[in-house]
């Protein structure tokens, strides 16, 4: 009993995450729905660059690869490689998934950097980053912990909850609590890493507009990008683990 309580304490404080704010944000009334706008808008966007540049890049392929097409080949083997290297052999059907997320986030984190998103005005609130909203990263979140279940019993079956009880059943209550922190980890490691760098950047712009923010910046770029890569590699070490049925 003490065990399904603190699951279900872990999921509900998963549900009351999703109503943190910090500062007005803009809501769109969808039926008796209330969605944050500011998020899907800055969502679309990024989703449409990453549409946009790969299909100009790919739109007329190359046996030898020049300019944007090798740029992007050389991101899928990036790709392949961590998701061959956390998974192993069987990497292939989700490498699509760990791009997807990897690219997302890195276009997310650095959107709030380089796009200028405060020229667009809002009735509250403005725009900033997705990754920047801890609705987005939770469900980042939500969706790795899905897959990992998914790849786990695809691979193993019902033999998959078995590793609730390696390697002794002691530690039952402690590895079912595993699955629910996994979640929570990369969600507010995300939000938290992407929160703080805006909120420096906004800070040293107020108080010494001209130098000092830009090397701040220019870091804030580079945290963002090991922030993404972070994320994806956990993803993949994630299902990893749960189709090899060990820790």
Not at 64 to 78: D, R, S
Not at 182 to 197: T, V, Y
Not at 203 to 230: C, D, N, R, Y
Request: proline share 6%; charged share 10%; net charge negative.
């Amino acid at each position: 009993m003490n065990v399904l309580s603190c699951s279900i304490n872990t999921l509900k404080g998963l549900y009351d995450i999703s109503g943190v704010e910090v500062g007005q944000h803009f809501y769109w009334q969808i039926g008796g729905f209330q969605v944050h706008g500011q998020v899907l808008i800055t969502s679309w966007v990024v989703i449409a660059i990453l549409l946009g540049s790969a299909t100009i890049a790919v739109r007329n392929p190359q046996t030898i690869p020049t300019g944007g097409q090798n740029f992007f080949e050389y991101v899928l083997e990036f790709i392949r490689d961590v998701s061959k290297t956390q998974i192993g052999e069987e990497y292939g059907p989700w490498v699509p998934f760990i791009g997807t997320m990897f690219l997302f986030i890195f276009v997310s984190n650095w959107s709030g950097a380089l796009l200028p998103w405060k020229i667009i005005q809002l009735p509250h609130g403005e725009l900033a980053a997705p990754t920047n909203d801890i609705n987005t990263t939770v469900a980042l979140a939500l969706l790795t912990s899905v897959a990992y279940f998914y790849a786990g019993l695809t691979k193993r079956g019902l033999g998959y909850f078995g590793k609730y009880i390696q390697p002794t059943p002691i530690l039952l209550p402690i590895n079912i609590l595993e699955d629910f922190t996994k979640p929570l980890s990369l969600s507010f490691r995300l939000f938290g890493n992407i929160l703080a760098d805006e909120l420096v950047v906004v800070v040293l712009v107020s108080l010494v507009p001209l130098v000092v923010p830009i090397p701040v910046m220019l870091l804030g770029l580079f945290t963002s990008g090991i922030q993404a890569l972070i994320f994806a590699t956990l993803a993949a070490a994630y299902i990893g683990e749960s189709m090899e049925g060990h820790h």
